[in-house]
């Protein structure tokens, strides 16, 4: 089973910048899709960042332009960029295989990231 662990959050004033990783275990990563979730306090867990096996990355509306994924497969290693930041992306951060949130398992201890003056 893979194993996946968050880092890299922390608090953080609006317009400020976090870089997160997701190391992963297992020998499938370099064909593995995988994404970057948020769950914020009463709310349900979004997907917010994704890079397929072969390079294609997509974004949610609400981070585009300020949020940047990449992978490293040799280090097994997902990384989020996060610039720019707001309040409203207060949340606790996870990575995970690219899927539907409901559906996936196996998530991380993740982290925690907060935007505030």
């Known amino acids: 089973q893979v194993q996946l662990v968050e880092s890299g959050g922390g608090l953080v004033q609006p317009g400020g910048s976090l870089r997160l990783s997701c190391a992963a275990s297992g020998s499938l990563f370099s064909i593995t899709s995988m994404g970057w979730y948020r769950q914020a306090p009463g709310k349900q867990r979004e997907l917010v960042a994704a890079?397929?096996?072969?390079?294609?990355?997509n974004y949610a509306d609400s981070v585009k332009g300020r949020f940047t994924i990449s992978r490293d497969n040799a280090k097994k290693t997902v990384y989020l960029q996060m610039n720019s930041l707001k309040p409203e992306d207060t949340a606790v951060y996870y990575c995970?295989?690219?899927?539907?949130?409901?559906?996936?398992?196996?998530w991380g201890q993740g982290t925690q990231v907060t935007v505030s003056s």
């Open positions: 890079i397929t096996r072969g390079g294609t990355i």
């Open positions: 995970n295989i690219l899927g539907t949130p409901a559906l996936l398992e196996n």
